[in-house]
């Protein structure tokens, strides 16, 4: 599975929209971009993916780059909850199966 | 709707001690999963099971073994625990995957202290 980059951490005021970056300039056609965010002592919580479109759910949008080589995880209005480490994933379509690679991911942190 | 469910919450072993972690769902998923993290890392697999039946290593399995014991519970054993392996270890289950990319749900985690 490609490798993905993400800054160590940003910040955001309450109420603003947010845009956590992510650079895979190594994935291939077939790597799906998931999001998971992990908040303060619980365990990561699915947010999005996407393959090529970008996509939006009740949580987030997920803008992917029409190179597909970097995306964005977008917060349209942060709130305290949100506040958590954001983990950008690639899963390949066919890889082994359910196996997600964690890095360090993006510390968000929300102030009031 | 109670999830993946994860028990102990908190543990402390000393070095050499035997400890069963265990994990359970009710999500009727046919995968299940066992992650590591350590302080200021992401999560690393142990091992998983993609299905009822089949078990297979991950990134770090050595010094632990797993066991399905049915499609609900998958367990995770330190046989003889070391203070390496002093972490926090989620479990996480997903619909079987085949490729379409399914999402994991995780458990709240075991913190486990060895000293």
């Known amino acids: 599975d490609a490798k993905t980059t993400q800054p160590n951490s940003m910040e955001s005021n309450e109420e603003e929209p947010v845009h956590l970056p992510c650079n895979h300039s190594?994935?291939?056609?077939?790597?799906?971009i998931h999001w998971y965010r992990q908040l303060p002592s619980q365990g990561p919580e699915y947010v999005i993916h996407?393959?090529?479109s970008n996509v939006n759910n009740r949580m987030a949008s997920l803008a992917i780059a029409e190179d597909r080589k970097s995306s964005t995880l977008i917060l349209h209005r942060a709130t305290l909850r949100d506040a958590a480490v954001y983990y950008c994933?690639?899963?390949?379509?066919?890889?082994?199966?359910?196996?997600?690679?964690f890095g360090r991911g993006t510390q968000l942190t929300v102030w009031p | 709707n109670a999830g993946v469910t994860q028990t102990p919450k908190f543990q402390v072993l000393k070095t050499g001690q035997s400890m069963t972690l265990q994990c359970a769902q009710d999500?009727?998923?046919?995968?299940m999963y066992w992650y590591r993290q350590d302080p200021g890392m992401g999560l690393r697999l142990i091992y998983y099971?993609?299905?009822?039946?089949?078990?297979d290593k991950g990134e770090v399995p050595n010094g632990y073994n797993v066991s399905r014991l049915n499609k609900r519970e998958f367990s995770l054993r330190l046989e003889s625990a070391a203070p390496s392996q002093t972490s926090v270890y989620f479990c996480?289950?997903?619909?079987?995957?085949?490729?379409?990319?399914?999402?994991?749900?995780f458990g709240d985690g075991t913190r486990l202290s060895i000293l």
């Open positions: 994933i690639l899963r390949g379509r066919g890889s082994t199966l359910g196996r997600l690679y």
């Open positions: 996407g393959l090529t």
């Open positions: 996480a289950s997903s619909p079987l995957d085949r490729g379409t990319n399914q999402p994991q749900h």
């Open positions: 190594t994935i291939s056609g077939t790597d799906y």
């Open positions: 999500m009727n998923h046919n995968s």
């Open positions: 099971s993609a299905s009822e039946g089949t078990t």
